[in-house]
């Protein structure tokens, strides 16, 4: 458990107040005593790892492989932000969410915003206006 939270980036007390859970519970999950599977699967999503990870200590490649036979082509970094949003509660998920929603959005924008530049790069001024562009993005 305790390198599960580790990775998660959580300390032994913010899962004792994520969770609801006693300091003497966590420190005695922390030393091996294995959960109830209610409080052992909301330590898995908590840590965005397996149950079965937290039991064993063994990861799987499981669903590692449900997505690559998919057909879905994720690093393992993507890999690990799946993993850390599914880990979330429902409203920092739904807020995680909109977060990369309104980056993507910007993205779209930037990149409109870009092409007509691209495109009035042959008018007389367009380099000043390519300037004052890139300025407003940064």
Known sequence: MKEALKRAGHTQNSAREVLGL???AVNNYARGRIPDA???LRLSQLCGVSMEWLLTGVEREVEKEKVENRGFDIS???YELILKLRSLDVDNQEEAIE???RKYARLGK???NSRKRMSSNS???AEDELSA???DVS
């Open 133 to 135: 562009g890139i300025s």
């Open 22 to 24: 006693s300091k003497n």
């Open 123 to 125: 008018q007389p001024g």
């Open 76 to 78: 393992p970094e993507e």
């Open 38 to 40: 209610t409080i052992l």
């Open 99 to 101: 977060i990369i929603e």
């Open 110 to 112: 930037d990149a409109q």
